[in-house]
């Protein structure tokens, strides 16, 4: 099967310069993520969609940061304006998110995009 | 609130040797378990994951890892390290819901000398 698709691999930008993200998770997956990965540390959640609705925002810096999901497949994640502290690793996963026990199935990852904000 | 702790940030051994990499868990109810690596310049890849059962999980290229409810830890093992082994480990916990989130540790650095 395809992997999570992301674009594009690398951004460089000026600080409150805008940027956007986009991903195209496996076919069939009801669940999308949105993770941030500053070096050094582990994925932090942004944003978790099943199908086209919000099921977590609670980390999204909602003042810079918006997502979408449109017809719940692929996805875009907005940086408008951008700041020092935005750079890092950007991750988009997915995962089966259907039914019961979904939680048994693992998240696949794209490879991301790294941004870097200067 | 849930979280993961992996206590070491680099994890050196010989090829051939075994090796542990250390994860704890905190976490309300029952916990659904993780473990990922990720190679330079890619994405995370699932290694395996604990949701019942045996204790000892068995996943990709030799993995195993133990789960072990008391000391709410879940350490990732291998009989024989090889030097491709030589990655970025995360361990993760997931909420036990249809729409869980999961929590990640920062990563554990582990090099395999030959």
């Known amino acids: 099967e395809a992997g999570v698709a992301q674009s594009p691999r690398y951004k460089i930008i000026e600080k409150r310069q805008s940027v956007a993200f986009w991903c195209n998770p496996i076919s069939g997956h009801a669940t999308l993520y949105w993770y941030q990965q500053i070096l050094g540390q582990g994925p932090k959640l942004l944003i978790q969609?099943?199908?086209?609705?919000?099921?977590?925002d609670s980390q999204l810096p909602k003042d810079r940061f918006s997502a979408e999901r449109l017809k719940g497949v692929d996805s875009t994640l907005k940086i408008q304006p951008a700041k020092l502290e935005d750079s890092a690793v950007y991750l988009c996963?997915?995962?089966?998110?259907?039914?019961?026990?979904?939680?048994?199935?693992?998240?696949?990852f794209g490879n991301g995009t790294r941004l870097t904000v200067t | 609130a849930q979280s993961v702790a992996q206590p070491e940030d680099q994890v050196n051994v010989a090829e051939g040797n075994p090796l542990t990499v250390k994860c704890t868990y905190s976490v309300s109810g029952n916990p659904y378990l993780f473990w990922y690596v990720q190679y330079p310049n890619r994405g995370l890849q699932f290694l395996l994951k604990?949701?019942?059962?045996?204790?000892l999980v068995k996943g990709s290229y030799g993995f195993e890892a133990e789960f072990n409810k008391s000391q709410t830890s879940f350490h990732l093992k291998k009989p024989s390290a090889l030097v491709s082994d030589s990655a970025l480990y995360f361990c993760?916990?997931?909420?036990?819901?249809?729409?869980?989130?999961?929590?990640f540790g920062d990563g554990t650095t582990l090099t395999v000398k030959p």
């Open positions: 996963a997915s995962s089966l998110g259907k039914g019961t026990r979904s939680y048994n199935s693992p998240l696949h």
């Open positions: 969609f099943q199908n086209n609705g919000v099921v977590d």
């Open positions: 993760a916990v997931r909420e036990g819901t249809n729409a869980g989130k999961s929590t």
């Open positions: 604990y949701i019942t059962g045996d204790n």
